[in-house]
């Protein structure tokens, strides 16, 4: 998949390893691009965000843009306001995100970086 195919798409399937029972946990997330081989994730809801506090205990995952599964490698993003930079890209990309951000707005925002 070229890197114009996955930016076009709309969701990623991110596989993590559980903290606690180390089996393979997926969650389907919102991403932007932000070069060839690296997508930013967040999570801005009251909802707890599993999937991050799994990557910060092993930040080895794999993504699945619909063409099959690749290894990544997760990094936390933990500057304040490049999380705010990430919402508002995720922000722009999907209309509806304003609305969950807003009604998640006293959540901690969490943001990672993918890389593969």
């Known amino acids: 998949m070229s890197a114009g195919e996955f930016a076009a798409r709309k969701t990623v399937r991110l596989t993590t390893r559980g903290r606690r029972s180390g089996k393979p946990r997926a969650v389907t997330l919102w991403f932007v ?11 801005a809801s009251s909802a707890r965000a599993n999937w991050y506090h799994n990557l910060l205990d092993d930040p080895a995952v794999t993504l699945d843009f619909g063409a099959g599964a690749v290894d990544a490698h997760a990094t936390p993003i933990t500057d304040p306001a490049r999380v705010r930079d990430v919402l508002a ?20 925002a969490l943001a990672a970086e993918i890389t593969w």
């Open 89 to 108: 890209m995720v922000r722009r990309k999907y209309w509806s995100a304003w609305l969950i951000q807003l009604i998640g707005r006293r959540a901690r």
């Open 33 to 43: 691009t932000d070069g060839p081989r690296r997508i930013l994730v967040q999570h």
